[in-house]
T-cell receptor, first 111, second 116 residues
Framework: AQSVTQLGSHVSVSEGALVLLRCNYS??????LFWYVQYPNQGLQLLLK??????LVKGINGFEAEFKKSETSFHLTKPSAHMSDAAEYFC?????????FGTGTSLTVIP | DTGVSQNPRHKITKRGQNVTFRCDPI?????LYWYRQTLGQGPEFLTY????????KSRLLSDRFSAERPKGSFSTLEIQRTEQGDSAMYLC??????????????FGPGTRLTVT
């Protein structure tokens, strides 16, 4: 069975500060891992995905994530937060046809 | 616009009524997914189609829920005898085989259902 845990349902950072959103997964087989962003009243948009290639994955809008098998983690980072990064972020895991999403982390960027 | 579209965007219905939602995926995508999302939660998988075949259904999908994708293009999700607990955002996503078994999912804007 697969599952995702996102630590911290709400994260606040100052504009220009480091963004770190945590995701830990559980999977009995090598997983595919994803980060999605959801802006208010919009659909989910893919930020980045890990599919067993390089462990450091770069995505859109300056975000990146590192797959750490030993820690079963796939944390999302961005060196410098922008006001436009304020949104809900979801981590997801898949090993085939089904996707399992975390409960999300709401990111607030303080000017 | 060639993204995933969903109709209607909002639906208010009375308890006990039937509702049907439609999803039009990206045209070349053979995979289609339905999810339900409630406030403060991530999307929960409901069902998955590859072309016209419904290959997986979640245990969350009670007998009151049925989904179809008759020609392998658009899909419909019907909820019969709606209950207040069905109030949620219903999301549709599509994907295609992408250098491996799991392709990127493209999500539609969702249909927000309110059952009164």
């Amino acid at each position: 069975a697969q599952s995702v845990t996102q630590l911290g349902s709400h994260v606040s950072v100052s504009e220009g500060a480091l963004v770190l959103l945590r995701c830990n997964y559980s999977s009995s087989v090598p997983p595919y891992l994803f980060w999605y962003v959801q802006y208010p009243n919009q659909g989910l948009q893919l930020l980045l995905k890990y599919t067993s290639a390089a462990t450091l994955v770069k995505g859109i809008n300056g975000f990146e994530a590192e797959f750490k098998k030993s820690e079963t983690s796939f944390h999302l980072t961005k060196p410098s937060a922008h006001m436009s990064d304020a949104a809900e972020y979801f981590c997801a895991v898949s090993t085939g046809n089904q996707f399992y999403f975390g409960t999300g982390t709401s990111l607030t960027v303080i000017p | 616009d060639t993204g995933v579209s969903q109709n209607p965007r909002h639906k208010i219905t009375k308890r006990g009524q039937n509702v049907t939602f439609r999803c039009d995926p990206i045209s070349e995508h053979n995979r289609l997914y339905w999810y339900r999302q409630t406030l403060g939660q991530g999307p929960e998988f409901l069902t998955y189609f590859q072309n016209e075949a419904q290959l997986e259904k979640s245990r969350l999908l009670s007998d009151r829920f049925s989904a179809e994708r008759p020609k392998g293009s658009f899909s419909t999700l019907e909820i019969q005898r709606t209950e207040q607990g069905d109030s949620a955002m219903y999301l549709c996503a599509s994907s295609t085989r992408d250098r491996g078994p799991v392709g990127e999912q493209y999500f539609g804007p969702g249909t927000r259902l309110t059952v009164t």
